[in-house]
């Protein structure tokens, strides 16, 4: 896997909520800033792909709070979507992010 500017702990964090809250069928990708060794800072882009989305307003709510008592207040960018979303930020998400 490619390295990821994050701590083992906050992978860990990411991918424990996200499949406690979107399910264990839901794929998480990091992508933008925090996959780019040379740069620093910066929020933690999250991509996660679920195969149907239901009442995500509330889930996203429920993992964004989660996630932060784990790791802490940090800027976080959410996207939720299906396989099917070709909308430009889910391809840049699949193509250039890291699944985690």
């Given at each position: 896997m490619k390295?990821?500017?994050l701590?083992?702990?906050e992978i860990r964090a990411i991918k424990e909520v996200a499949t406690k809250v979107f399910g264990e069928n839901c794929r998480v990708f990091i992508f933008g800033s925090r996959?780019?060794?040379?740069l620093r800072g910066g929020d933690i882009d999250i991509f996660v792909?679920?195969?149907?989305i239901k009442n995500v307003t509330a889930k996203k709510v429920?993992?964004?709070?989660?996630?932060?008592?784990?790791?802490g207040e940090q800027k976080i960018?959410?996207?939720?979507?299906t396989?099917?979303?070709q909308k430009p930020i889910c391809l840049e998400a699949r193509e250039k992010g890291v699944e985690i």
């Amino acid at each position: 896997m490619k390295k990821l500017r994050l701590e083992d702990s906050e992978i860990r964090a990411i991918k424990e909520v996200a499949t406690k809250v979107f399910g264990e069928n839901c794929r998480v990708f990091i992508f933008g800033s925090r996959t780019k060794a040379e740069l620093r800072g910066g929020d933690i882009d999250i991509f996660v792909e679920v195969p149907e989305i239901k009442n995500v307003t509330a889930k996203k709510v429920e993992f964004l709070v989660e996630l932060k008592e784990r790791i802490g207040e940090q800027k976080i960018d959410l996207i939720v979507a299906t396989p099917d979303c070709q909308k430009p930020i889910c391809l840049e998400a699949r193509e250039k992010g890291v699944e985690i």
